[in-house]
T-cell receptor
């Protein structure tokens, strides 16, 4: 069966510090991968998605970037965090090659920028 | 552009009551897919159901049922005989065929509180 991992689970960082959140998927090959952010009391906003190694699409202009160095690894980064980057970050995967499949989500990382 | 509206921000019911969560969507695409997800206090989103725009049959899964009506662009979710474990935030979402990636547009969610 497929599983998706995210770490760390929680993170408190000062403004201006770098960020690296990692997401890995097991039990599937060539998945589509996604990063979402959920601000407090809000819905989910798609930040990035990837259909393959090295292929990144950005949905909203922002202070963050994403990379996919391996087939089942998706990384969310920032060089300098802003207060507005605080939120709950969720990674998700779906079966590759099909645009309409359901997405399966990881446990999330709660980021607080102080 | 796609839009999903969940007008109910928060609903409180007593256990064993039935409750319906509303979802209204907007899209110009004729082929689209609708989803419901559950987000318990732990934070992880749990997939509940996917429906495509060509299948308007209602679906029942245990205490859960979904009513899809294209005429009103709605995809409502009913929980029968609610239980405390149903307490969570529920999200409705929509995706259209935009290539090889499934890009979900989420509503803002409905927080359901079930009390004894």
């Amino acid at each position: 069966s497929q599983t998706i991992h995210q770490w760390p689970a929680t993170l408190v960082q000062p403004v201006g510090s770098p960020l690296s959140l990692e997401c890995t998927v097991e039990g599937t090959s060539n998945p589509n991968l996604y990063w979402y952010r959920q601000a407090a009391g809000r819905g989910l906003q798609l930040l990035f998605y990837s259909v393959g190694i090295g292929q990144i699409s950005s949905e909203v202009p922002q202070n963050l970037s994403a990379s996919r160095p391996q087939d089942r690894q998706f990384i969310l980064s920032s060089k300098k965090l802003l207060l507005s980057d605080s939120g709950f970050y969720l990674c998700a995967w779906s079966v590759g090659g099909t645009p309409t499949n359901e997405q399966f989500f990881g446990p999330g990382t709660r980021l607080t920028v102080l | 552009a796609q839009k999903v509206t969940q007008a109910q921000t928060e609903i409180s019911v007593v256990e064993k009551e039935d409750v319906t969560l509303d979802c209204v969507y907007e899209t110009r695409d004729t082929t689209y897919y609708l989803f419901w997800y559950k987000q318990p206090p732990s934070g992880e989103l749990v997939f509940l159901i996917r429906r495509n725009s060509f299948d308007e049959q209602n679906e029942i899964s245990g205490r859960y049922s979904w009513n899809f009506q294209k005429s009103t662009s709605s995809f409502n979710f009913t929980i029968t005989a609610s239980q405390v474990v149903d307490s969570a935030v529920y999200f409705c979402a929509l995706s259209v065929n935009t290539g090889t990636a499934s890009k979900l547009t989420f509503g803002t969610g409905t927080r359901l509180q079930v009390t004894l």
